[in-house]
């Protein structure tokens, strides 16, 4: 039995005017709610029951980095929910001729019911945001990653049954969106999350404070280090992502160095628990982040991880486009 809300639709949370930019935004209750959406959807899904919550309704999606879970989980959740989406790239809109964010978001608003934004700059969003008169939903910043965490979040409730009490373990890159949104993530859910990474490359220590604090209040455990092992100890949950993300190619050599210690493989995953479970957003370099053994062992979850972008995303997109 999944450890999650009950699914009331006569007394849901109201998102009406909210925009789903971080994780850190929402009370737990609200994640705990859109899990259990995400949930229901996938039941029906799986069952051949229609769903067009969103009939009629129209998702634009701004895409100024490239993806394929991305783009194919969100066009593919509007169809099902019985929307539509409008793929843009910078190449198709003035907004990469120099047209303002401001009046982007002013235009696109009069013509679409929301917009999902896959982008460079977390502060670009959040000027989306206060620009905008419809939802926008982050399909991924520099700082941010907070769609694929929800995934993230059910699929281990999905494996696991619960999410209160378990420890997850982030190995490699603190500072990128990843890390940032699963300490965010885990954290509003009960979860312990302990973070390794080079000296160099630790999380945001704004986004580690913000966490601290939460933790410090219910009795979450918080660990970063430069240490691997340390931290991996008796996890129930083992996370990484590549060690070079897109717009560091320059960076690739320094980085490979960097992280060389860092690598998710069976001798590391000896301290973990014995039943955990190995989650990588993909794309995944094997050989580099993580060993073809770990990531397509018994331990991966790593698929059933992506196909459940699709369902949180569905949750998201239920919960903030339908009026």
Not at 51 to 57: D, Q, T
Not at 69 to 78: A, N, W, Y
Not at 234 to 263: C, H, P, Y
């Amino acid at each position: 039995m999944l450890e999650t809300m009950k699914w009331n639709e006569s007394k849901p949370f109201d998102f009406k005017g909210k925009n789903f930019l971080q994780l850190s935004d929402f009370t737990t209750e609200e994640i705990l709610y859109l899990l259990d959406v995400a949930v229901e959807l996938k039941a029906m899904q799986k069952q051949g029951k229609p769903h067009p919550y969103l009939s009629g309704k129209v998702l634009g999606m701004i895409f100024e980095k490239s993806s394929t879970r991305t783009r194919v989980s969100f066009e593919v959740g509007m169809m099902q929910l019985g929307g539509q989406a409008i793929f843009l790239s910078s190449r198709d809109i003035q907004l990469g001729r120099g047209e303002s964010i401001s009046d982007t978001a002013k235009v696109l608003s009069r013509y679409v019911d929301g917009l999902m934004i896959r982008t460079f700059s977390h502060e670009s969003i959040e000027e989306f945001a206060h620009h905008a008169d419809v939802p926008i939903i982050n399909g991924l910043t520099d700082l941010q990653h907070p769609t694929q965490v929800l995934a993230d979040l059910l699929t281990i409730l999905e494996h696991k049954g619960k999410l209160a009490g378990l420890k997850m373990c982030y190995i490699g890159d603190g500072n990128n969106n990843m890390a940032h949104s699963l300490i965010e993530g885990a954290i509003k859910v009960g979860m312990d999350i302990s973070v390794a990474s080079p000296s160099g490359y630790m999380p945001n220590q704004d986004i580690i404070n913000n966490a601290q604090k939460i933790a410090n209040q219910s009795g979450i455990i918080l660990t970063i280090t430069n240490d691997p092992i340390e931290a991996i100890q008796d996890a129930d949950v083992i996370v990484t992502d590549v060690w070079t993300s897109m717009g560091q190619e320059a960076e690739t050599e320094k980085r490979l160095q960097a992280f060389q210690s860092f690598q998710v493989n069976d001798e590391l995953c000896k301290h973990a628990k014995s039943d955990f479970i190995f989650l990588h957003c993909l794309p995944a370099h094997r050989g580099e982040e993580v060993t073809a053994d770990i990531i397509d062992g018994l331990h991966s979850v790593v698929f059933d991880e992506a196909e459940n972008r699709l369902h949180a995303q569905k949750a998201i997109l239920k919960e903030f486009l339908q009026k």
